[in-house]
T-cell receptor, first 114, second 111 residues
Framework: EAEVAQSPRYKITEKSQAVAFWCDPISGHATLYWYRQILGQGPELLVQ????????DSQLPKDRFSAERLKGVDSTLKIQPAELGDSAMYLC????????????FGPGTRLTVL | GEDVEQSLFLSVREGDSSVINCTYTDSSSTYLYWYKQEPGAGLQLLTYIFSNMDMKQDQRLTVLLNKKDKHLSLRIADTQTGDSAIYFC???????????WGAGTKLIIKP
């Protein structure tokens, strides 16, 4: 069964450092989402891509966060500089374009900022 | 704005049925979803229901949808220790294919 891949699974960094997360969606899925999940809460959408284009990044803190999906396949989410409050689980999800609201999630990256 | 609400905890005995409830506000939702999250893991799609249906059954899982009251429930029959997890309810927004999420219900299994 096809899965969404994410790496790394865990990342520990010091504040003010740069971090990057990678996501490879299920083959053929045109829509890709990055979420942040704080412990005890539901996921919060950071950015939504349709192919290589950003559809919605209204909740992305653009002063420190950036996301790209250059060839419309895999994607990278970057934080620079990391702050203590960025400690969270970062989840990637993908879906078909024609049925875009059925989202399949990767295992996530647990970020700890010290 | 749109909102999804769930109770935070549910405790059941092993072998009993679990019923997790959810209320939502957007009457134009097309699909409603249940996801399961085990500790430290990503979100696993459990099941979903189209908004013009009122029930869906899949093995031990039964989803009931009351569109008039905007109420969704997930029943897990014969609850096992492996069902311990947080269960998230989510509704879709037709206009942009985004999901509105509840805060999750932690299911606790008592022996």
């Amino acid at each position: 069964e096809a899965e969404v891949a994410q790496s790394p699974r865990y990342k520990i960094t010091e504040k003010s450092q740069a971090v990057a997360f990678w996501c490879d969606p299920i083959s053929g899925h045109a829509t890709l989402y990055w979420y942040r999940q704080i412990l005890g809460q539901g996921p919060e959408l950071l950015v939504q891509f349709q192919d290589e284009s950003v559809v919605d990044d209204s909740q992305l803190p653009k002063d420190r966060f950036s996301a790209e999906r250059l060839k419309g396949v895999d994607s990278t989410l970057k934080i620079q500089p990391a702050e203590l409050g960025d400690s969270a689980m970062y989840l990637c999800a993908s879906s078909w374009a024609g049925r875009a609201d059925t989202q399949y999630f990767g295992p996530g990256t647990r970020l700890t900022v010290l | 704005g749109e909102d999804v609400e769930q109770s935070l905890f549910l405790s059941v005995r092993e072998g009993d049925s679990s019923v997790i409830n959810c209320t939502y506000t957007d009457s134009s939702s097309t699909y409603l979803y249940w996801y399961k999250q085990e500790p430290g893991a990503g979100l696993q799609l459990l099941t979903y229901i189209f908004s013009n249906m009122d029930m869906k059954q899949d093995q031990r899982l039964t989803v009931l949808l009351n569109k008039k009251d905007k109420h969704l429930s997930l029943r897990i029959a014969d609850t096992q220790t492996g069902d311990s997890a947080i269960y998230f309810c989510a509704e879709s927004i037709e206009s942009n294919y985004q999901l509105i999420w509840g805060a999750g219900t932690k299911l606790i299994i008592k022996p």
